[in-house]
């Protein structure tokens, strides 16, 4: 795979993270573990006030003031929660299953691109940089599967072996649009580098003119990967007890469920990584002339962006009811993925043949006018009001 | 595209546009939730709180000790024991009047069909509701908790006398209703 002089830098600089000193990896490990972690405590709080707005009501402020320390009493409850262990469970399974889940979640997130070069006091703002970073977040995010698979399995429930396969089975489908949407990107680019994408980003224009299709593939599988509404059949909690953790309590569970924002976090990290510039801020932003010196910090677009995306995720789990199981396959393999592998397609012809990069950004434009048409054809006549029933309260 | 069929998608992408809408509106909305232990609940003058037992004008009690109530009551919460009146230093307005008079809260439902049932307007359904409790003969409320002159629950009096504040009520009304003669009503804040 050749990136054929379309920005790629066909000699790279040697790999900056090979400098870094152990103990400093040791240090960024540390803080990225330990600020994800604060993170998925946060975002469960924000999550929850967040929906009670939409529900028109308050949400938890009871715990702390305005409700700040109800992450410390959730995790306290979650811990000191009886825990059950079924009857002739794999018990060694049983309890690996959710470490595994949050292992392999938590481990991608180091090689996001904070900043730039040099911005974590004289150091990289990465855990570690990888020339196949991109190849590395999807194998080691894919072994999260395992995790939930496992913990259907080792349950000893026929229950959650079902909804662990089925999980299963709508993780991997999402898994394969995923994958090729991303492929798009990767081959403008010509790398697998998460910061020598930013940069190319940086002097070609953000991914997301070029492939806008790719952009909402990506948009929706990394909802469904991270199990989320309106695709979190994983956890069907109201028709199917949870499916694969029906028979996990206390600690267990909630292990569970920080895989899952876990997952959430590093897709909401990674769509601006690929698509939106990373910690850039928009090009005409940087063009003003107070505004491109005063907010130029090296961190404060990637979070904004994170923060962004995320709000973006629980707006939709406000608003969308669970797909049901047919319709989630239907959606994944009957338009989710032929869309990918056409998108893909063009990209590759634009590459083999050279042709400008402009045209990606013309057929991205016509991608969205045709959405539009497509939206508006399709919208339905406004049914008329229903009449008024009995005779007013 | 035509009317939904069994496997079809869920909905039109302009309807997913339309409710991301709505639901972005309520995000700003303003919520209806009451802060009920911070901010009092405002009550329905006809709500049915505890039960107050009101005075003539002149200070007689209205209660005649007929045991209506108890009769008319459902769950058999009431207890009613008569006396003769004193005639020269009378009690009630009757020729009897209530010695004992005990309601059980932990039976009681709240039907209000002990006011129904009263002659003489005596027993009526007030506004207070904070009576959560710990022992059981602490729900047996007798005269001493329920005559006009006795503002707030047991619970409530009791916390208020442990704290030395006036007792908290976590409710307003906008107006109390006739039959509670001598009612006061709360403070607003």
Known sequence: ?393 | MRATSERSEPMSIAALAQSMGITLKALFSKPVTIPYPDAPVPLKPRFHGRHVLTRHPNGLEKCIGCSLCAAACPAYAIYVEAAENDPHNPVSAGERYAKVYEINMLRCIFCGLCEEACPTGAVVMGYDFEMADYRYSDFVYGKEDMLVEVQGTKPQRREAAYTGKPIKRGYTVPYVRPELEGVKPPEPK
């Open chain 1, 1 to 393: 795979m050749t990136g054929i002089a379309l920005g790629a830098d066909p000699t790279p600089a040697a790999d900056p993270s090979a400098t870094d000193p152990l103990w400093m990896v040791g240090i960024k490990a540390f803080l990225v573990i330990f600020g994800l972690l604060t993170a998925f405590a946060y975002m469960t709080l924000i999550e929850r006030r967040l929906l009670a707005r939409i529900q028109i009501r308050q949400g938890p402020n009871r715990v702390g003031p305005d409700g700040l320390l109800q992450p410390l009493a959730d995790a306290i409850k979650s811990i000191f929660k009886e825990d059950l262990v079924v009857a002739k469970a794999d018990k060694v399974v049983f309890v690996l299953a959710p470490m595994i889940s949050v292992t392999f979640a938590v481990l991608t997130f180091g090689l996001i691109p904070f900043g730039p070069k040099d911005a974590f006091f004289g150091y990289d703002p990465w855990v570690i940089n990888l020339d196949v970073g991109l190849l590395y977040v999807f194998a080691v995010s894919e072994i999260a599967i395992y995790g939930i698979f496992l913990a259907g399995w080792a349950s000893n429930s026929k229950y959650s072996l079902l909804g662990s396969l089925r999980s299963s089975a709508s993780l991997i489908s999402y898994e394969l649009a995923l994958g090729i949407s991303l492929l798009a990107p990767v081959l403008l680019v010509g790398s697998l580098n998460l910061r020598e994408i930013v940069e190319w980003q940086h002097q070609n224009g953000w991914l997301i003119l070029y492939a806008l299709p790719a952009f909402a593939i990506f948009l929706l599988t990394s909802m469904a990967e991270a199990a989320r509404t309106p695709f979190d059949l994983p956890e069907a909690e109201q028709e199917l007890v949870s499916g694969y953790n029906t028979e996990y309590s206390s600690i267990k569970w909630a292990l569970f469920q920080m895989a899952e924002y876990i997952h959430l976090i590093t897709a909401s990290a990674l769509i601006p990584t690929l698509f939106l510039g990373g910690w850039r801020m928009p090009g005409f932003l940087e063009q003003l002339p107070l505004i491109g010196g005063l907010f130029a910090l090296p961190y404060l677009w990637m979070f904004v962006k994170i923060a962004l995306f995320l709000f973006f995720f629980i707006w939709v789990r406000g608003t969308l009811f669970r797909l049901r199981y047919d319709q989630l396959m239907v959606f994944s393999w009957g338009r989710l993925f032929p869309l990918a592998l056409a998108w893909f397609l063009l990209s590759a012809l634009v590459v083999a043949f050279k042709w400008p990069i402009a045209v990606l950004g013309w057929l991205s434009l016509l991608s969205l006018v045709v959405f539009l048409a497509y939206v508006l054809l399709t919208a339905r006549p406004k049914p008329r009001a229903m009449p008024r029933m009995g005779a007013g309260d």
